[in-house]
């Protein structure tokens, strides 16, 4: 996928990642179910989507059980 807000969360979590991380995150990566993101880091990433969009995310819906999976696509899809 070529969309830079896509390639933007990637990078975010990628560089999140560390040693003994995801071995390749892409932009249909579950970050949840992978293990690519925790809670702690599922917050400070919609942080950074709202950032990204001027406005709050209301953190229930992203969490919702219809949000899932969470890759960076479907966040760029649903909330930018």
């Known amino acids: 996928m070529s969309d830079a807000r896509v390639q933007r969360l990637i990078d975010?979590?990628?560089a999140r990642q560390g040693e003994g991380g995801v071995a390749e995150i892409d932009?249909?990566?579950d970050l949840l179910a992978s293990g690519a993101v925790d809670s702690l880091?599922?917050?400070?990433l919609?942080?950074?989507v709202?950032?990204?969009r001027g406005e709050?995310?209301?953190?229930?819906q992203a969490t919702a059980?219809?949000?899932?999976?969470?890759?960076?696509?479907?966040?760029?899809?649903r909330w930018l």
């Open 46 to 48: 919609f942080f950074l």
């Open 12 to 14: 975010w979590v990628a």
């Open 41 to 44: 880091g599922l917050v400070s």
């Open 27 to 29: 932009a249909d990566t």
């Open 56 to 60: 709050p995310v209301d953190m229930a």
């Open 65 to 77: 059980a219809e949000a899932a999976p969470l890759t960076p696509a479907r966040i760029v899809a």
């Open 50 to 52: 709202e950032t990204m």
